[in-house]
C-alpha cells in the first residue's frame, strides 16, 4: 500500500488512542481541530433494505475453501507444506479451526490435479508422476473432511489419460479409483473434473466426458442418497465456452462452477485497488451473465465459484492475506450471494499468499474471521440493499442466523477519512449488535474486533467473540469492515 494511505490509517487509529496533553491551551487548540476534522469527516449514507420479499438464496455452506496440490518449489515460500500430499491433517488446531466454519464444503483442486495418478490396480504409472495419489493418503483426506465436519469435494484428474487434447479421456485410472472410494465406503460430497480446461479441452468434448463420469458415478453409487454430486467445469470465466458445454451437458450437473479473480499478485497496485469501488464491481460485472447462462442452460443445477481469491498468481504476500484484503472478500461474498450463489469457495484454507490459516503457525489471517462471522450471522436469505450518499460505503442485507426475523448487515467503508452515519429505513432499528473489525495497519495480520485482539488458543478455541451492542445510530468508522446484527427489526417474509 502507499505510504501516504498507510499513514492516514495510522494517524486515524493513533488520534483514536491519544492520551491527555498536559498543556491547557494546547488541548483547547487541539480540540478544536479535532472538533473541525470531526464535522468535516463525518458523512451520511442512506441504506434502504427491502424486507417484502428475499431477492436470493445462498446456501448453510457458502462459506467454503480450498486445498491445493502445488509442491513446496512453486513460488517458493508460498505454498511451503502446503500441498494436499504432504500438509498435516492430524493438527489439531487446523481441524479445530476448520471446524468452527463447519458446515462447509472443502474443495481439493488446482491446476496440478490434471496431472494426478491414483495409485489403485495395475500399471498406473505413479512412479513417473510427482503427483501420486495412494488410496492410504485418499482415507487421510476423508478422515479430515468428516472430523471437521466438512462436505468434501474432491476435483478429478481429466487430461493424464487423454492422447491429445480433443481426444476422448481414458477413464480406467479414474474409474478404478471412484470403485474403491464406493467399495470402502468413503464419503464424498461431490466430484469435479478437470481445472480451468477451457484452452486446452473443446467444450464439445468436455461435454461429453461429463455425461461419461456422470454415468460411472450412478452405476458405483446406485443409490441417490449417497450419490456424490457431479460438479464442474471449474472454468475461467469464458461465456462461449460455457454456454457450449452445457447445452451438452447441463442437465447432468448438480452443480456449475467457475473461478474468479479480479486482482493480479504480481500487480504492485494491488492494495490501492482493493480500496476503490471500480475495482470491487468488477466481481458483479463478471458474475452476473455466467449466472445467467448457468441459470438458463443449467436451471436445476447449483452455482458456485470454486476458486477465488482478491488475486491470482498465489495472490499477493502482506495483501491478500491481510487486513486489506477483508475489504475485497466481504463485498464480494456479498455480491455473489446477491447473485444467488450457493458455494463460495476461497482459495485457500492453507496455502499460497491469500490462504485463510498462516501455513506454518495454523493461526488465522485476519480473512478468517470474516468468514467465520459471515456463517454464523449472515442467514441464507438476501435481502434488497440500496446504499445512497456515497460509493465509498458498502452494505449487503441477509436475513439473520441469530434470530427469527432479525437482519444482518454486512458493511463496509473504504474511505480512509470519512465516518459513516447510517440512516437504515425498511424496518426500524432498535438496538443492534455490532461487529466491527480493525486493525493497526491496512497490511497487518492481525485483527480487532470492536478494538479487541482476536486470538485463538494453541489449541484453536475460540476467544469471546462479544458485540458492542447499542441503540444509538448505527456509525462506521473509516477503513473498517464488518457486521450489524438488528435482532429486533421483526421481519416477516
Known amino acids: 500500500l502507499s505510504r501516504g494511505l498507510?499513514?492516514?490509517?495510522?494517524?486515524?487509529?493513533?488520534?483514536?488512542?491519544?492520551?491527555?496533553?498536559?498543556?491547557?491551551?494546547?488541548?483547547?487548540?487541539?480540540?478544536?481541530?479535532?472538533?473541525?476534522?470531526?464535522?468535516?469527516n463525518c458523512g451520511k449514507v442512506t441504506l434502504t433494505v427491502k424486507t417484502n420479499s428475499i431477492i436470493a438464496r445462498s446456501s448453510l455452506t457458502y462459506i467454503s475453501f480450498n486445498f491445493d496440490w502445488h509442491l513446496n518449489n512453486e513460488e517458493y515460500p508460498a505454498w511451503f507444506d502446503s500441498s494436499i500430499l504432504s500438509l498435516d491433517l492430524t493438527n489439531p488446531r487446523l481441524i479445530s479451526l476448520a471446524k468452527s466454519l463447519s458446515p462447509a464444503k472443502l474443495r481439493i483442486g488446482g491446476s496440478e490435479a490434471d496431472e494426478v495418478i491414483y495409485d489403485i490396480g495395475s500399471n498406473t504409472g505413479c512412479s513417473s508422476t510427482l503427483f501420486c495419489l495412494t488410496m492410504k493418503r485418499w482415507e487421510e483426506i476423508v478422515a479430515f473432511a468428516d472430523a471437521a465436519g466438512l462436505d468434501l469435494v474432491f476435483g478429478l484428474n481429466a487430461m493424464n489419460g487423454r492422447s491429445q487434447n480433443s481426444g476422448r479421456f481414458n477413464f480406467t485410472n479414474l474409474s478404478?479409483?471412484?470403485?474403491?472410494?464406493?467399495?470402502?465406503?468413503?464419503?464424498?460430497?461431490?466430484?469435479?473434473?478437470?481445472?480451468?480446461?477451457?484452452?486446452?479441452?473443446?467444450?464439445?468434448?468436455?461435454?461429453s466426458d461429463y455425461l461419461q463420469l456422470r454415468k460411472i458415478i450412478n452405476n458405483y453409487w446406485p443409490s441417490q442418497s449417497s450419490r456424490p454430486k457431479l460438479i464442474g467445469p471449474d472454468e475461467n470465466p469464458d461465456e462461449s465456452y460455457l454456454a457450449t458445454l452445457l447445452k451438452i451437458c447441463g442437465s447432468a450437473m448438480d452443480a456449475v462452477t467457475y473461478h474468479m479473480y479480479i486482482g493480479y499478485g504480481l500487480d504492485p497496485r494491488l492494495p490501492e485497488q482493493i480500496l476503490e469501488p471500480s475495482f470491487l464491481d468488477q466481481s458483479r460485472s463478471i458474475g452476473t451473465p455466467i449466472t445467467k447462462i448457468i441459470s438458463s442452460l443449467a436451471p436445476n443445477a447449483e452455482i458456485w465459484v470454486g476458486e477465488t481469491a482478491a488475486a491470482w498468481h498465489s495472490g499477493q504476500d502482506q495483501t491478500t492475506n491481510t487486513f486489506l484484503s477483508g475489504f475485497w472478500y466481504l463485498d464480494q461474498l456479498g455480491t455473489l450471494a446477491t447473485?444467488?450463489?450457493?458455494?463460495?469457495?476461497?482459495q485457500t484454507l492453507v496455502g499460497g499468499y491469500y490462504e485463510l490459516l498462516n501455513k506454518t503457525t495454523k493461526y488465522p489471517n485476519p480473512d478468517y474471521w470474516s468468514a467465520l462471522f459471515w456463517h454464523r450471522?449472515?442467514?441464507?436469505?438476501?435481502?434488497?440493499?440500496?446504499?445512497?450518499?456515497?460509493?465509498m460505503f458498502r452494505a449487503y442485507a441477509h436475513c439473520s442466523n441469530s434470530v427469527r426475523g432479525g437482519v444482518t448487515l454486512a458493511v463496509i467503508n473504504l474511505s480512509s477519512n470519512e465516518t459513516f452515519d447510517i440512516d437504515v429505513t425498511g424496518f426500524t432499528v432498535d438496538i443492534h449488535h455490532d461487529y466491527i473489525?480493525?486493525?493497526?495497519s491496512l497490511r497487518s495480520q492481525e485483527m480487532f474486533l470492536n478494538g479487541k485482539q482476536l486470538i485463538v488458543s494453541p489449541s484453536g478455541e475460540l476467544p469471546p467473540l462479544d458485540p458492542v451492542i447499542s441503540s444509538n445510530p448505527i456509525t462506521v468508522k473509516p477503513l473498517s469492515y464488518g457486521y450489524i446484527d438488528i435482532p429486533t427489526a421483526k421481519v416477516q417474509i
Open 176 to 207: 478404478n479409483f471412484l470403485a474403491y472410494t464406493a467399495e470402502n465406503r468413503l464419503r464424498v460430497y461431490g466430484f469435479e473434473f478437470g481445472n480451468e480446461l477451457q484452452t486446452k479441452v473443446p467444450a464439445e468434448v468436455m461435454g
Open 437 to 440: 473489525f480493525t486493525s493497526n
Open 377 to 391: 450471522f449472515m442467514g441464507v436469505g438476501v435481502l434488497s440493499a440500496t446504499v445512497d450518499g456515497s460509493n
Open 339 to 346: 447473485l444467488g450463489h450457493k458455494g463460495f469457495c476461497r
Open 6 to 40: 498507510g499513514d492516514v490509517y495510522k494517524r486515524q487509529v493513533s488520534a483514536q488512542s491519544t492520551g491527555c496533553l498536559r498543556d491547557n491551551k494546547m488541548k483547547k487548540i487541539f480540540a478544536l481541530i479535532f472538533f473541525i476534522i470531526a464535522v468535516t
